[in-house]
């Protein structure tokens, strides 16, 4: 069995912008209220599009442990898409992330799937963990939404 989420948000903004805003990863600790640093490693224009690989490090657990894995990301803004993968996977076996923004009336539609398998070692299964991202998608994703809606936020440009 592998694990798998989707959610969506109508964000109240036109695509550029939310395109901007949410793939300047650089900026993800005043976007997400999960991330306590991004440390890019790595950035370079591709025949499929900019490829950042970046160092994500979440702040400290109940436990007070602080998790942190390495992504990379590829943005295709002409097919308005993000593919994402751990690149040290930590608990998972992997970590897929793909991302679509879709122009609809009243804004932007973005849409997160996450697609993942975590190893036997780890703290939770497969469903355990497919429950807290589906919880926790939801909370950064209305976060997302309210701060790009009330101008909190700006393109990097």
């Not at 440390?39 to 942190?68: C, K, Q």
């Not at 990301?73 to 996977?89: I, K, L, S, Y």
């Amino acid at each position: 069995m592998a694990g798998h989420t989707e959610q969506s948000i109508l964000i109240d903004a036109p695509f550029e912008s939310v395109w901007d805003i949410t793939n300047d990863v650089a900026k993800w600790t005043d976007l997400y209220s999960e991330y306590a640093r991004v440390e890019i490693l790595d950035s370079a224009a591709g025949p499929y599009g900019e490829t950042v690989v970046f160092r994500l490090t979440m702040h400290p657990d109940e436990n007070g442990r602080e998790w942190s894995w390495v992504s990379a990301r590829t943005g295709h803004v002409d097919t308005r898409q993000v593919h994402a993968h751990r690149v040290e996977t930590g608990p998972f076996e992997y970590m897929r992330i793909f991302w679509t923004y879709a122009e609809e009336d009243g804004g932007t539609r973005m849409t997160w799937i996450q697609d993942f398998h975590m190893k036997p070692t780890a703290p939770v299964d497969d469903a355990q963990m497919t429950d807290r991202i589906n919880r926790n998608s939801v909370v950064q994703l209305d976060l997302i939404k309210n701060k790009i809606e009330a101008g909190r936020t700006a393109p990097a440009r």
